[in-house]
């Protein structure tokens, strides 16, 4: 395998950090106190966007013309410093890996940027591609995906994406990427299972040149 495509949150660091759930609760704020709608609505609308377009912030876009550079910038106003700190055993697990290394997230550039930064892992990709770099589109679709191979030029037969999201694997899948599950879930219908990042020093040298 030459490429490794990774995920962002849940992925390269573990749920229990709560920064997904910071962004939860700020994306909640945004509806509420930017768009106007009434919190008794939010749940339901949230689920139904990520049911329906993947992100919540593609039915912000399409039912009240929300732009996504406001939204983003909200959503991922956060004191990073007290979720995360550096992580020497993240860096040595990535830097086991030889081949072309790149993030891909729904996530902001900026989110993204941050949270490698402060793990001290930065430095251990080459790319990193978010949703603004694929037009807003989530990675449910495999578009998205479509969209970061024109830009990097990578092949998905000769590609493993990394993530913590069932759906978006999938839509990998489709295209002819191997596919690895971080965490809880269904992992046999996918190539790999890990219960953590830390997990795929298990990917021997063989399997990476495969």
């Not at 962002?8 to 910071?22: F, K, M, Q, S």
């Not at 037009?135 to 970061?148: A, G, H, L, R």
């Not at 092949?155 to 913590?164: V, Y």
């Amino acid at each position: 395998m030459q490429n490794y495509i990774f995920d962002l949150d849940n992925t390269l660091y573990h749920p229990d950090t709560g920064i997904l759930e910071e962004v939860n609760n700020r994306i909640n704020s945004f509806m509420i106190n930017k768009v106007g709608i009434h919190y008794d609505e939010v749940d339901f609308l949230r689920r139904t966007y990520r049911e329906k377009y993947g992100v919540t912030l593609r039915g912000l876009m399409y039912h009240y013309s929300v732009k996504p550079s406001e939204y983003l910038d909200y959503v991922h106003d956060l004191a990073y410093d007290e979720f995360i700190n550096k992580d020497p055993l993240l860096k040595n697990c990535l830097e086991n890996l030889e081949g072309y290394r790149a993030v891909f997230t729904n996530g902001a550039g900026s989110h993204a940027l941050n949270i490698l930064s402060r793990l001290g892992v930065y430095e251990c990709f080459d790319d990193i591609f978010s949703i603004e770099d694929v037009d807003y589109t989530p990675k449910i679709y495999v578009e998205s995906f479509k969209k970061m191979m024109d830009m990097s030029g990578i092949n998905p037969g000769d590609s493993i994406l990394f993530e913590d999201t069932c759906v978006n694997l999938t839509a990998a899948a489709k295209l002819g990427f191997k596919t690895a599950l971080i965490g809880s879930g269904n992992g046999a219908i996918f190539d790999y299972h890990f219960s953590s990042i830390y997990d795929i020093v298990s990917l021997t040298k063989a399997e990476q040149t495969c």
